[in-house]
């Protein structure tokens, strides 16, 4: 059984129920959506005892909580991350589980290869949606970009990162930016077996997606361009400052949860690049529900 586990706390759960209120509106026939770092008795939340603080036994508690009630798979996705575009549900209900169960994936990350963003690893052919098969060297094999996971190797990563660190360290941050050392077989069983998703393959058939992928190709030919003679003309410090001014209308990834790589916050604020990107590039309705959510959680 899959589920999807939105990681939150008390703090943002306003933003953590719009994120799943855009899982709704997007994603045709969900798996049911819990909420870990909400208190028990909350709707849909899982519970945890504890230090909310504490992000990694929150979610460990929630995790075991989702095995306990039958579940072997869930879709982790951070309160942040809402779906930015249509999900395409078949994919996403049906295709993607089946891949992680043949392979015996630990993870298969939605935030995948192409769309100028570099392939890591090894490419798997058309019978597996070119599904890239990380290499267990990859920084951010443990991304925690939205991502389906099996839930008993979530649950054993966790702990292993709760090994490391102790109370206000156990962030999310230090569970994905965590370096490790080959020789751990705990770790080592779950790093071979780690996959993104090739955004292009997940798209359903006639998707919009497809259409915004092309045009975005040429903008950012465009901007490469402007990149490549902004460094020959002012060299490094002028090439950066450019980077900074244009990049920003790149983080959306098109696939079968198409998402804004940074997310919609930074620091506990709105993030600003999101909402420069969700003004010229957001479909209307996400940008006046978005704007409707940022009056109600800030």
């Known amino acids: 059984m899959i589920a999807i586990l939105i990681s939150t706390f008390e703090r943002q759960e306003k933003l953590a129920r ?37 992000w990694m036994s929150v979610n460990l508690q929630a995790v075991e909580r989702l095995r306990g009630k039958g579940f072997t798979h869930a879709y982790l996705i951070l309160d942040d991350h809402p779906p930015v575009g249509l999900c395409h549900a078949g994919y996403l209900n049906v295709r993607l589980p089946q891949l992680a169960k043949k392979h015996d994936a630990a993870s298969i990350a939605l935030l995948g290869y192409g769309q ?15 599904l890239e098969h990380t290499p267990a060297s990859y920084r951010w094999k443990f991304s925690l970009h939205p991502a389906l996971w099996n839930l008993k190797d979530l649950q054993t990563l966790l702990e292993c990162r709760m090994e490391s660190y102790s109370g206000k360290d156990r962030t999310p941050w230090n569970f994905e930016r965590h370096r490790d050392v080959p020789g751990d077989p705990r770790i080592d069983a779950m790093a071979n077996r780690c996959f ?5 393959s997940g798209l359903a058939s ?18 490469d361009v402007g990149l490549f003679g902004a460094k020959a003309l002012g060299g490094k410090s002028l090439r950066d400052a450019c980077e900074r001014r244009w990049l920003w209308a790149f983080g959306h990834y ?26 010229v590039s957001g479909s209307k309705d996400l940008l006046s529900s978005w704007n409707k959510a940022r009056e109600d959680c800030f």
């Open 18 to 54: 719009w994120t799943a209120d855009r899982i709704s509106n997007s994603w045709q026939n969900h798996p049911p959506v819990l909420f870990g770092g909400l208190p028990v008795g909350d709707k849909d939340s899982l519970g945890f005892e504890g230090d909310a603080a504490d």
């Open 116 to 130: 100028h963003r570099r392939l890591e690893g090894e490419p798997m052919g058309p019978e597996e949606d070119f």
């Open 196 to 200: 993104r998703v090739h955004g292009l």
């Open 206 to 223: 006639g998707s919009p997606e497809r259409t915004v992928i092309r045009v975005e190709a040429v903008h950012r030919f465009l901007a």
């Open 254 to 279: 098109a696939g079968p949860y198409p998402i804004f790589w940074s997310g919609c916050m930074r620091q506990g604020r709105p993030q600003a690049d999101f909402e420069k990107w969700l003004r």
